[in-house]
């Protein structure tokens, strides 16, 4: 069993950073890890995800923007977020993948971007 614990939320001017942080715990055997959004009224969206080999894949709303890294000896995985847009309000959830096939999730992080 995963557990993922978010951080790094919290209400931002347009135009402003924020850094997420996901640790996880209770297994190494984690492939790929990730962040969604969820915005209000909206389904959850990929934003960006990054593979053990260090693969990653960026929403086009992402690119140019955000940052995803790993920490592989703290299990953590990392979303720098610059220039910051009120569209990117939303929770954000950390996901893991296993290589069992697996899919695990946080408990969300709230962002909130004020024009």
């Known amino acids: 069993q995963v557990q993922l614990v978010e951080s790094g939320g919290g209400l931002v001017q347009a135009g402003g950073s924020l850094r997420l942080s996901c640790v996880a715990s209770?297994?190494?055997?984690?492939?790929?890890m990730g962040w969604y959004r969820q915005a209000p009224g909206k389904q959850r969206e990929l934003v960006a995800e990054?593979?053990?080999?260090?693969?990653?894949n960026y929403a086009d709303s992402a690119k140019g923007r955000f940052t995803i890294s790993r920490e592989y000896a703290k299990n953590t995985v990392y979303l720098q977020m610059n220039s910051l847009k009120p569209e990117d309000t939303g929770v954000f959830y950390c996901?893991?993948?296993?290589?069992?096939?697996?899919?695990?999730w946080g408990q969300g992080t709230q962002v909130t971007v004020s024009s």
């Open positions: 990054i593979t053990r080999g260090g693969t990653t």
């Open positions: 996901n893991a993948g296993s290589y069992a096939g697996r899919i695990y």
């Open positions: 209770g297994s190494t055997f984690i492939n790929t």
